[in-house]
């Protein structure tokens, strides 16, 4: 398989201020970026049944991954997509290889993974604002119990990975996040350690 295949999705994310969550927004707009809809989002994460710590379903090592069933309502319309993202780099929880898919029905779906033998552990409410300026893309979520992030994300190939990170840095700052405030994992990794119960 070649290294050049745009599957991997590099993101970095950071925690915003209620206060900065505004300006950031207003810097978006200001750097020609387009507003390409409101959503509202339900994530359920799925592990398999037999687990009874998150320790266990960590991802860290290559080859572990997540797996997430979501509903998304935006225009008044609702859809469902079942995702999954496997780690390639040990540790690295800023690219991945990415697979996802539609289904018909989200609780059919629920059905199906808890029937061959998958748990629901995590679930995630949250409202988005998506922006697109070039190769980025640029999320404005606010978090159900958590507060507002910004996840911004490039599509790239492996091989490519490290440079759309330091590309990322870089629009990050010109918005006005600062490097501190970028999470070293995911801010829904930092959720599911203080709130999973098995």
């Known amino acids: 398989m070649s290294?050049?295949?745009?599957?991997?999705?590099?993101?970095?994310?950071?925690?915003l201020t209620n206060a900065q969550r505004h300006?950031?927004?207003?810097?978006?707009r200001s750097i020609g970026a387009t507003q390409r809809g409101v959503e509202a989002l339900t994530d359920v994460y799925f592990?398999?049944?037999s687990v009874r710590s998150f320790k266990a379903i960590e991802m860290d090592e290559i080859g572990s991954f997540s797996l997430r069933l979501r509903t998304r309502r935006a225009g008044g319309i609702?859809?469902?997509?079942?995702?999954?993202?496997?780690?390639?780099?040990?540790?690295?929880?800023?690219?991945?290889?990415?697979?996802?898919?539609g289904v018909g029905s989200f609780d059919e779906m629920k059905h199906?993974?808890?029937t061959v033998g998958f748990k629901p552990f995590f679930?995630?409410?949250?409202?988005?604002?998506?922006?697109?300026?070039g190769r980025f893309t640029a999320v404005v979520e606010d978090i159900a119990g958590f507060g507002p992030i910004i996840e911004v994300e490039v599509l790239t190939s492996k091989r490519d990975a490290p440079r759309a990170k330091l590309r990322i840095h870089a629009?990050?700052?010109?918005?006005g996040v600062q490097a501190s405030q970028?999470?070293?994992?995911?801010?829904?990794?930092?959720?599911?350690?203080?709130m999973t119960k098995f």
């Open 182 to 194: 970028i999470v070293p994992k995911s801010v829904t990794n930092l959720l599911m350690h203080k």
């Open 23 to 28: 300006r950031v927004v207003r810097a978006l």
């Open 112 to 114: 199906i993974l808890t």
């Open 3 to 15: 290294t050049n295949i745009a599957d991997h999705e590099v993101e970095l994310r950071a925690i």
């Open 171 to 175: 629009f990050l700052e010109s918005i």
């Open 47 to 49: 592990c398999p049944r």
């Open 123 to 133: 679930t995630m409410k949250k409202q988005r604002r998506t922006y697109v300026r």
């Open 78 to 101: 609702s859809t469902s997509n079942l995702n999954i993202k496997v780690i390639t780099r040990r540790g690295d929880h800023h690219a991945w290889e990415e697979h996802e898919s």
